[in-house]
């Protein structure tokens, strides 16, 4: 610590000096626990004076520095929290290190947000954008007192003459709510709105793109503010009116807009006294048709490549569409219509794209396309989706005969197709031979975990929705999953859903699926079984996953054997010689500390259906300390799913006790 601490010092050569301060930022992150000493007598006047430096480099790493402490202190948060809850210590403490601080580096960073320069590439990392990160991680790592030392600089220089802090002020104000209390957040946002809608008109280019951003923020963290008939009276217009300036502005914009109609929908649902999760209206259903027509505009702007302004444009078109209440069908069910022209228009072009670059462009698009095409499809009744089925799967099947084997836009083909699957149910039986090879394609592209993936899914969809018409199928699907599980080199994201899979093809067969019974119960024996280094995170997430997979297998078996069958079926009793193997995986769960709600549900769901298919005859394997553990913790679950299911299966077990 002392040589890199030195080296920090080496002024006259800016790369040691550069270097020294990056493995201090390293070191804060790995060593935490052990920087206590070194923070009071070197890492804080270092890493101060750094970003006092005139050199963007040097000056980088001292905010740098301090967003990584911010971070490690807000996990440090969580820990504390999940211990409390657990009512045992946490294994790691905070040192309150960026609330120690903040009075003394809150005001640098401030100032940080004024070094801008009108020429700056907007993608280019400077210390004004390196501040606002930080001032954010500050707001949601010390509270509310951030805001407090924050708003004297941000109220006197909203209207500054120099654009550079009208901008810092802007940027200020939007990093910082994250932190604020709940009744003052509201004060704020009411005072702020009217200041950052006439800032979109700004005569500089930087304060209206900030202005935007700090609006699409504003409907994030306090939309009940924002989602009142006096405000957006004069908040959507300017969107509007924005939505037309120059690509940076108006990306912001669309993400505004995303925020809006995801908040609107929320809103819908929680004043809603219906049961249906899809709301009649809602605040933006008089200008939901102007809001999409307008984005699909955005989407066709000549510059619409800059500032990722056409992915954006589409993702607020499918967030719109996603949440859309039922007053505003006719216009999903027309933008349908608009998109799958869009897609035949790109697919005739195809075959004219003459460069490399302008073949990439094509298919970004036809990706982005195939995206929205899903995100529509998803909200289309059925009546509607059957008098356009055919246009879509030949969009569909042309697009995926010319792409290139792993590119993202099979990825976004085959999605596309899963959501028209899904809405058309045992009616798309029609295409499947056509669609089949484009399946198996994927099913085998090993090498492309997210195209192999989504073929993946694909089956489950069509179990579900064929029904015992997947039957002729399963031979050949069944054993390209086998293949999948097999293969050592397939990304280990990809076996969770494959485990899954086994149940919904199950479920859809029903007792036909007793021939596969011994291969895929020894594949999920191996799963259940699994074990992982359990201080890597990731690693415990897969294997909650792989068990939540290997509990809705188990599950969709013997829901799949039982059927409507109130007796016990011939499968059902050839499964019980592995009913120990399945206690003794629900066993290994429950003497894990700590098992997330997913896997919590499908463990209770799995011995409801145990106990009422088996009934008295397995009741002394499952009235056990370790079940009843397990059972436990789902009916005190925060998942209302999982409290269903663990009331559900506590209730058959009550019932069978003599």
């Not at 951030?146 to 120099?162: E, G, P």
Request: hydrophobic fraction near 45%.
């Amino acid at each position: 610590m002392q040589v890199v601490c030195e080296a920090t010092q080496i002024k006259a050569d800016k790369r040691v000096c550069v270097a020294a301060l990056q493995c201090l930022v390293n070191i804060m992150s790995l060593y935490y626990q052990y920087m206590e000493l070194y923070m009071a007598n070197a890492l804080f006047r270092i890493t101060y004076e750094a970003m006092k430096s005139t050199e963007d480099d040097i000056c980088l790493q001292g905010i740098e520095f301090w967003s990584n402490v911010c971070d490690e202190e807000i996990e440090l948060a969580v820990e504390a929290e999940e211990a409390s809850e657990q009512g045992r210590p946490p294994e790691h403490v905070s040192k309150f290190y960026a609330k120690g601080a903040l009075k003394f580096i809150l005001p640098i960073v401030l100032e940080c947000l004024t070094r801008q320069d009108e020429h700056d590439d907007e993608d280019e990392w400077n210390p004004a954008k390196a501040a606002g990160v930080c001032l954010m991680l500050m707001s949601q790592c010390v509270g509310n007192e951030v805001l407090v030392q924050s708003l004297d600089f941000i109220t006197l220089n909203i209207v500054h003459a120099d654009w550079r802090y009208r901008d810092a002020s802007v940027m200020a104000f939007g990093s910082v709510l994250d932190g604020v209390d709940g009744d003052q957040l509201k004060t704020l946002t009411v005072q702020a709105l009217p200041t950052m809608i006439g800032l979109l008109k700004d005569v500089q280019i930087i304060v209206r793109d900030s202005a935007a951003w700090c609006l699409g923020r504003l409907c994030e963290v306090c939309p009940e503010v924002v989602l009142v008939p006096e405000v957006l009276r004069i908040l959507l217009p300017a969107l509007s009116e924005s939505l037309h300036q120059e690509a940076r502005v108006a990306t912001n914009v669309c993400w505004a807009i995303s925020g809006l109609a995801q908040a609107a929908y929320e809103q819908a649902n929680e004043n809603s006294h219906s049961d249906d999760t899809q709301p009649e209206t809602y605040i933006l259903s008089s200008c939901f048709e102007a809001m999409v027509s307008e984005l699909l505009k955005a989407t066709d702007r000549p510059d619409s490549h800059m500032s990722n302004l056409r992915n954006a444009a589409y993702e607020a078109v499918m967030e719109l569409i996603k949440n859309s209440p039922k007053d505003c069908y006719p216009i999903v069910r027309n933008t349908t219509v608009i998109i799958l022209k869009k897609l035949e228009i790109l697919s005739r072009m195809e075959n004219n794209v003459q460069s490399t670059s302008d073949a990439g462009q094509l298919h970004d698009l036809q990706s982005l396309l195939c995206a929205t095409l899903q995100s529509v499809l998803s909200k289309v009744q059925k009546e509607d989706a059957l008098q356009i089925s055919n246009e879509v799967m030949s969009a569909l099947l042309q697009i995926m005969t010319h792409a290139a084997r792993g590119t993202t836009v099979m990825e976004d083909a085959l999605m596309a197709a899963s959501a028209l699957i899904t809405v058309l149910g045992s009616d798309f039986m029609p295409y499947f031979e056509h669609f089949k090879m484009f399946l198996i394609a994927g099913l085998r592209n090993h090498s492309e975990h997210q195209v192999c993936q989504a073929a993946v899914g694909i089956v489950a969809d069509l179990s579900r929705s064929l029904g015992d018409k997947i039957l002729p199928f399963t031979d050949e699907l069944l054993s390209l999953l086998l293949e999948i599980l097999n293969d050592s080199t397939m990304d280990k994201s990809v076996r969770p859903q494959v485990v899954a899979v086994f149940g919904d093809v199950a479920l859809a067969i029903g007792p036909h699926f007793f021939k596969y019974l011994e291969t895929i119960l020894t594949v999920l024996m191996q799963a259940a079984t699994a074990d992982v280094d359990r201080t890597d995170f990731d690693a415990v997430d897969y294997l909650n996953q792989l068990r939540e997979s290997c509990l809705e297998a188990y599950t969709g078996i013997l829901q799949g054997f039982k059927g409507d069958s109130k007796e016990l079926t011939g499968e059902l009793q050839r499964i019980q010689p592995y009913i120990n193997q399945i206690i003794e995986f629900l066993d290994r769960i429950s003497a894990d500390a700590n098992q997330p709600d997913s896997v919590l549900a499908a463990a209770a769901g799995l011995i409801g259906d145990l106990l009422t298919v088996y009934g008295a005859s397995i009741l002394k394997a499952l009235d056990r300390d370790p079940i009843q553990n397990l059972l436990h913790k789902a009916r005190w679950s925060k998942s209302a799913k999982a409290k269903t299911l663990g009331n559900w299966a506590s209730k058959v077990l009550r019932k069978l006790r003599p």
